[in-house]
């Protein structure tokens, strides 16, 4: 089936800031649309995010440059073309070979890059993930297990706390397949409100961060996982497990090679390793997301000499979703799971590379969202196309959030019901 129209627009992302969104219209009429997500702790490797730097208009953030490249440049070479999403992600990798994106922008190419996906699976009457399934080659597609962050700090809220992310990991029983997402995020849903709950009756802030998690201030980084704990405790017809997104690149301190903790400070990555070894012994964390920094490699190779055969370490800011970084990463010995975010690395066939670098090497995966978000799907479909083990996707609340947990529970009765 033809494409008859392509064309890109600017709209505004979860923290009321520009973003790209992309229609791509095929020769039956259908439309289908894809948007951008941005991030606030930017890996110094991701790809470049275009802005118009126009400090007249809309603070400099607009994104109009990228929406003229879209309608000028890339509509023209896809009208009128039948679709094929693989060849035609080729070609906007073509447009700009900087690994960086730095001409272009990676929102600029993603925005089409997802909607081409889209639209393959409306021509062909298929579900996105189906699509994806197919093009990366997954025998089996599957239901990823929620991290949902409950609590958030760093760069995403303006409390106290260094940490960035404490995520809760409902366990699924494991009796029925179909049952098992339900409960999960049923176990999200309950976990959240009844936290909220605490924290109002303790007199604390109920405000939330960018993901949607609380954001009260606390002594120290540990508290939240003592908070959690008793949580979960009250909880039992529910059972969950604990991860954190450090973030650590955020707290670094290039000149001294050191971390500074809300409480603990400069720490060396010695220092750091023992303190998370220390909240693994006291709380039942199965997840440190970049735990060290992105420049801090020897640091990474301690902590995952120290604690990667108990803990799952993910790369973020490390990996910024590129396939040769992950392989360096396997030979360095540096974490033992990967973030994935599509946009960090500008095309969807270059994340699928990205996934494939990593379950070729027996990585866990964890697919993401980012901190500003839009409504667009597009990351549960992925996860559930490319069977990966994690997605995490925010708190369970919040309109940009709780979409995708939504259409992963459509997936799910489309998988398993
Ligand atoms: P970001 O945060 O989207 O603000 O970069 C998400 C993350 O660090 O995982
Ligand atoms: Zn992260």
Redesign the pocket.
């Given at each position: 089936m033809q494409i008859i129209n392509c064309y890109a627009y600017e709209i505004f992302d979860s923290r009321g800031l520009p973003t790209i969104e992309c229609c791509i219209q095929l020769a039956n009429g259908h439309k289908v649309y894809a948007s951008v997500?941005?991030?606030?702790?930017?890996?110094s490797a991701e790809a470049l995010e275009l802005r118009d730097d126009n400090t007249n208009r809309l603070l400099g953030k607009g994104v109009l440059q990228a929406v003229n490249y879209i309608n000028n440049t890339i509509a023209p070479k896809l009208l009128y073309q039948e679709i094929n999403a693989l060849a035609m992600d080729s070609m906007l990798m073509d447009l700009d070979h900087h690994p960086q994106k730095i001409t272009i922008g990676a929102n600029t190419i993603l925005a089409v890059s997802m909607a081409l996906f889209k639209a393959q699976a409306a021509a062909e009457n298929l579900e996105l993930y189906q699509i994806l399934q197919r093009v990366s080659g997954t025998a089996q597609a599957k239901m990823p297990t929620p991290m949902f962050n409950v609590i958030n700090g760093g760069?995403?809220a303006n409390n106290n706390l260094h940490v960035?992310?404490y995520m809760i990991v409902p366990q699924a029983d494991d009796l029925d397949a179909h049952k098992n997402y339900a409960q999960q995020l049923h176990a999200g849903v309950v976990f959240y409100q009844t936290l909220k709950q605490q924290l109002h009756d303790s007199g604390q802030s109920t405000n939330v961060g960018?993901?949607g998690g609380f954001a009260p201030n606390f002594v120290n980084d540990a508290a939240p996982l003592q908070l959690l704990t008793d949580i979960a405790q009250q909880l039992p017809q529910y059972s969950y497990k604990f991860a954190l997104?450090v973030?650590a690149s955020e707290l670094f301190n290039e000149k001294t090679q050191s971390y500074d903790l809300l409480q603990e400070k400069n720490l060396s990555a010695q220092q750091l390793t023992d303190i998370y070894e220390d909240w693994c012994q006291k709380f039942d964390i199965i997840s440190i997301?970049?735990g060290m920094s992105q420049t801090d490699i020897m640091g990474w190779k301690t902590l995952t000499a120290q604690i990667g055969n108990a803990v799952q370490l993910v790369g973020?800011?490390i990996f910024v979703t590129s396939p040769m970084k992950i392989r360096k990463g396997v030979l360095q010995k540096t974490a033992n799971a990967v973030?994935i975010?599509p946009n960090q690395i500008g095309t969807v066939s270059q994340t699928l590379a990205a996934i494939d670098a990593c379950k070729n090497n027996n990585l866990k995966i964890v697919i993401?969202?980012?901190?500003?978000e839009t409504n667009d799907t597009f990351i549960a479909d992925l996860a559930v196309g490319t069977a990966c083990h994690y997605i995490?996707a925010g708190a369970p609340a919040r309109g940009e959030r709780i979409a995708k947990y939504n259409r992963l529970l459509v997936l799910n009765d489309m998988l398993y019901a």
């Open positions: 997500p941005s991030g606030a702790s930017v890996g760069a995403h960035q992310e960018d993901e997104d973030a997301e970049d973020d800011d973030l975010k993401s969202h980012r901190s500003g995490k």
